[in-house]
């Protein structure tokens, strides 16, 4: 490819009606060339194999223009080519790399699901076993209901306020008492009560876990529920405490007044009724287990079976009334004024002020070994109550036992007059030891203290 302005071409280019002047003008002279046709200046001419071709500018730099762009684009694919393994394995590399770096976090999240669940597992196990806990010490505190209701109903004792509807006193059981005689005398254990424990208020059942939750989570439900089943045992140690309180001072004073009376306690024991009862002998023992509540209710237990044996012994001691109602002595104990003869006489009883028909009651547990007409007695009962100790009951309008016959206390022996030496309706009381008379005041007040407590 060549660039000439304003010369001929090396050859001449032939056209076909150009032909003839062609071969002229090769025929001319050497000395005379034949003029070259004019051509453009912007034209480019290209030559190939003796021919010469003439492109215009626009075309020229199109073809240079798409010889660069192939160039260039040989030359990328080339480079691309060269590099492709390096570019491919840090593609390879990094795709790699962040599988790796994802598959460590999902590794990461599943251990945090496991620590998770793991930490779930173990507050759960760790409250259902404080939860079995607290429902075991509930059961027991609530199986302790018949134990507490085995104790009876002493003064002092501690008691639950009542839940129910107030009875009737009308609608009360009627239960026997010990002696009739004194409203304020009863040695006797009375009948079982009811044990009402305050431990309903924690009852799980009564628990709302979801709001509890909400509101203090689940361990403060649990403190509370621990709380209040402390306080329930509290008070159920407190009751127990001032029940065997009261039962050892009801038994400390059983034995003093024994021992005022200067009655023999052996003798008595003896000579105290025995119930038809038996059974093989079996030791009471305490587990090693066994707690406060079961040693301290061990205690009180042997405690009341003393004061239940000192109830039967007491049983034969006249201390109590042998009339009802607010007593009024008409004439005491000792020496006074004989009423017919106005001389000191020796009065061997108590003389209770009372009406013609009352009824009369017998002071103690014993035998009628005297039931008659007795000279200044009148109608006279004496009744033996064993280890020398005896009671009669003077100026009796009627008389309603027997000699021979057994008799409890509280039972109707007679009836107030005035039989025999007296000067009114009344009741000539007395009370002996071996045969000697002894101011029956004695006896009445060993009854007033013991039913002091």
């Not at 003008?25 to 051509?39: D, E, F």
């Amino acid at each position: 490819m060549s660039h000439r302005s304003g010369q001929y071409a090396e050859y001449p280019q032939h056209h076909s009606h150009d032909r003839g002047r062609a071969v002229q003008q090769r025929r001319s002279p050497v000395g005379h060339p034949a003029p070259a046709p004019a051509t453009s200046q912007s034209d480019y001419t290209l030559v190939h194999a003796g021919r010469q071709v003439r492109i215009g500018p626009v075309v020229f730099w199109i073809v240079v223009g798409t010889v660069s762009l192939l160039g260039l684009w040989s030359a990328a694919t080339a480079t691309y080519f060269a590099f492709r393994d390096d570019v491919l394995t840090r593609l390879i590399a990094r795709q790699a790399e962040m599988q790796y770096a994802y598959e460590d976090r999902i590794a990461e999240l599943r251990a945090k699901v496991d620590r998770a669940t793991s930490r779930q597992l173990l507050d759960q196990e760790q409250f259902d076993q404080k939860l079995d806990q607290i429902l075991k010490r509930q059961t027991a505190l609530e199986g302790r209901a018949p134990a507490l209701g085995s104790i009876p109903d002493v003064p002092g004792a501690i008691r639950p306020p009542a839940r129910g509807p107030a009875i009737e006193p009308s609608a009360a059981p009627a239960t026997p008492k010990p002696s009739p005689i004194s409203d304020t005398v009863i040695f006797t254990a009375p009948p079982d009560r009811e044990a009402r424990l305050e431990s309903r208020s924690p009852v799980l059942a009564n628990v709302q876990p979801n709001q509890a939750t909400k509101l203090a989570g689940v361990d403060n439900v649990l403190t509370r529920l621990t709380r209040s089943l402390d306080q329930v045992e509290a008070r159920q140690l407190a009751m127990l405490s001032s029940a065997e309180e009261t039962l050892e001072s009801k038994l400390r004073r059983m034995r003093g007044v024994i021992t005022d009376l200067g009655l023999d306690m052996g003798q008595l024991e003896a000579a105290a009724p025995k119930g038809a009862m038996g059974g093989p002998f079996v030791p009471v023992k305490l587990g090693a287990e066994s707690g406060p509540f079961e040693r301290q209710l061990y205690r009180i237990n042997i405690t009341r079976a003393q004061v239940e044996k000192m109830n039967r012994t007491l049983s034969l001691v006249p201390y109590r009334k042998p009339v009802i109602g607010e007593v009024e002595f008409t004439s005491g104990f000792g020496v006074r004024s004989d009423p017919f003869l106005g001389r000191p006489a020796m009065h061997t009883g108590l003389d209770f002020r009372a009406a013609t028909g009352d009824p009369v009651r017998v002071t103690a547990n014993g035998k009628v070994v005297n039931a008659g007409w007795s000279g200044g007695y009148g109608r006279m009962v004496e009744v033996d109550h064993g280890n020398g100790l005896s009671t009669r009951y003077g100026h009796l309008s009627e008389i309603n036992v027997k000699i021979g016959q057994q008799v409890k206390i509280g039972d109707i022996i007679g009836e107030v007059g005035s039989t025999g030496r007296s000067t009114g309706p009344h009741l000539h009381y007395e009370t002996r030891i071996d045969g000697e008379a002894v101011d029956p005041q004695k006896f009445l007040r060993a009854g007033v203290r013991l039913s002091a407590g």
